[in-house]
C-alpha cells in the first residue's frame, strides 16, 4: 500500500489569493491524480499529473486556476489561484493501486475555506 | 448530467443486519466499477471492484452486484458493524474516466 501525506490539511483563505497543496507519496509512482470535492458533491478529477511532463487536465479545468508541479516521482503540488469562494472545497491527491483500473489510494484531503 | 447516481444521501441499519447501497450508472461504455469507503477527515479508501465481465464479486462481508442491463450496482455488507459507519462512494470508469456518485452516508445503529 501508499501513504499519502498532504499539506496543509485545511486554511482559510481571502479571495483573490493563492493556496498551493502539496502530496507527498512514499514509494514512487508515475501517475499522480488531482480531485475536488466541492461540498455536497462527488469527487472530480482535475488533473493527472506525470512525472516529467505537464499534467492532463480534464474538461472545466484549465492549468492557470490550478497550475500542478510534479518534479519527481514522490512530490506533487497543486496550487488554487486567484480563489473565490466557489473554490471551498476538499483538495484531495491520490495514486494508483497498480492493481485494477481507476483503483487508488487516496490521501487524507486539504479542506480549503475561501472567504 | 450525472453519470452515476447514488440515490439514497444516508441509509441507518441496525448492528447486525445487512446493509444495501445502491448506485445507477447512465453510460454504457463503463466497463468497471468501484466502491470506496470515506471516514470523516480521511481520504476515500477503496473497498471493492467488479468488473463488467462479472455480475457478482465477494470479499469477506462486502460482496457487490452487477446489473448491467439495468446499469444498477449494489454493494451489500453483511453482518453490518459499528465501524462500517461511514461514507461511501460508488464510482465507474471505462478508459481514462473515471466518475464517482455522491455518497451515501451510512449509520450502523447498536
Known amino acids: 500500500s501508499a501513504v499519502i501525506s498532504q499539506k496543509p490539511s485545511r486554511d482559510i483563505c481571502q479571495r483573490g489569493t493563492s493556496l498551493t497543496i502539496q502530496c507527498q507519496v512514499d514509494s514512487q509512482v508515475t501517475m499522480m491524480f488531482w480531485y475536488r470535492q466541492q461540498p455536497g458533491q462527488s469527487l472530480t478529477l482535475i488533473a493527472t499529473a506525470n512525472q516529467g511532463s505537464e499534467a492532463t487536465y480534464e474538461s472545466g479545468f484549465v492549468i492557470d486556476k490550478f497550475p500542478i508541479s510534479r518534479p519527481n516521482l514522490t512530490f506533487s503540488t497543486l496550487t488554487v489561484s486567484n480563489m473565490s469562494p466557489e473554490d471551498s472545497s476538499i483538495y484531495l491527491c491520490s495514486v494508483p493501486r497498480g492493481r485494477g483500473p481507476n483503483e487508488q489510494f487516496f490521501g487524507p484531503g486539504t479542506r480549503l475555506t475561501v472567504l | 448530467d450525472q453519470q452515476v447516481k447514488q440515490n439514497s444521501p444516508s441509509l441507518s441499519v441496525q448492528e447486525g443486519r445487512i446493509s444495501i447501497l445502491n448506485c445507477d450508472y447512465t453510460n454504457s461504455m463503463f466497463d468497471y466499477f468501484l466502491w470506496y469507503k470515506k471516514y470523516p477527515a480521511e481520504g476515500p479508501t477503496f473497498l471493492i471492484s467488479i468488473s463488467s465481465i462479472k455480475d457478482k464479486n465477494e470479499d469477506g462481508r462486502f460482496t457487490v452486484f452487477l446489473n448491467k442491463s439495468a446499469k444498477h450496482l449494489s454493494l451489500h455488507i453483511v453482518p453490518s458493524q459499528p465501524g462500517d459507519s461511514a461514507v461511501y462512494f460508488c464510482?465507474?470508469?471505462?478508459?481514462?474516466?473515471?466518475?464517482f456518485g455522491k455518497g451515501t452516508r451510512l449509520h450502523i445503529l447498536p
Open positions: 464510482a465507474a470508469s471505462g478508459g481514462d474516466k473515471i466518475i
